[in-house]
């Protein structure tokens, strides 16, 4: 059985645009309240995690 373990830290990293695809990365910004903000400048799509 195969676990994957990977760092929620480490996920945040890299993560892709959803619109744009696995090529675009999101621009992390973390918040005060230790919630991630994540931007896409090429469609400006903003997620919050
Ligand atoms: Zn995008």
Same mark, same amino acid.
């Not at 480490?10 to 230790?34: F, I, V, W, Y």
């Given at each position: 059985?195969?676990?994957? /373990? ?15 695809? /696995? ?16 931007? &896409?400048?090429? &469609?400006?799509?903003?997620?919050? /995690?």
């Amino acid at each position: 059985m195969k676990h994957k /373990e990977i760092q929620q830290s480490k996920l945040l990293k890299n993560k892709p645009c959803s619109r744009c695809g /696995e090529g675009t990365m999101m621009a992390q910004h973390k918040q005060a309240d230790g919630k991630s903000r994540f931007y &896409c400048g090429k &469609c400006h799509l903003t997620v919050w /995690e």
